[in-house]
Nanobody
Framework: QVHLVESGGGLVQAGDSLRLSCEAS????????IGWFRQAPGKDREFVAT????????YYKDSLKGRYTISRDNAKNTVYLQMNSLEPEDTAVYYC???????????????WGQGTQVTVSS
């Protein structure tokens, strides 16, 4: 089993930055990819970014490239999501998830964290 815990969310103003963390524990190994998803009120959960556990490969939602950066620190078993120039439209609950493929499909991810709220005020 893999256990994921997100942190780092909060209330910020438009234009600010936040860094989310996803700490993994349990049977996580180099065969996994860690993805970030988000769900805004009344909307479906959508893909944000993903990274292989070794950090060699990343993939982003096209519209977020340049503002969001995913990275990992294997020594800390943690994946980060750096979010810059935040906009009110970025307001959502952000989830990290672990899966066996570098994918933007939710169904490919087997284990999910509880989520962390990000609210961006205008």
């Amino acid at each position: 089993q893999v256990h994921l815990v997100e942190s780092g969310g909060g209330l910020v103003q438009a234009g600010d930055s936040l860094r989310l963390s996803c700490e993994a524990s349990g049977r996580i190994d180099s065969t996994y990819a860690i993805g970030w998803f988000r769900q805004a009120p009344g909307k479906d959960r959508e893909f944000v970014a993903t990274i292989t556990w070794n950090g060699k490969n990343t993939y982003y939602k096209d519209s977020l490239k340049g503002r969001y950066t995913i990275s990992r620190d294997n020594a800390k078993n943690t994946v980060y999501l750096q979010m810059n120039s935040l906009e009110p439209e970025d307001t959502a609950v952000y989830y990290c998830a672990a899966g066996k493929a570098l994918s933007y499909y939710r169904s490919e991810y087997l284990h999910w964290g509880q989520g962390t709220q990000v609210t961006v005020s205008s």
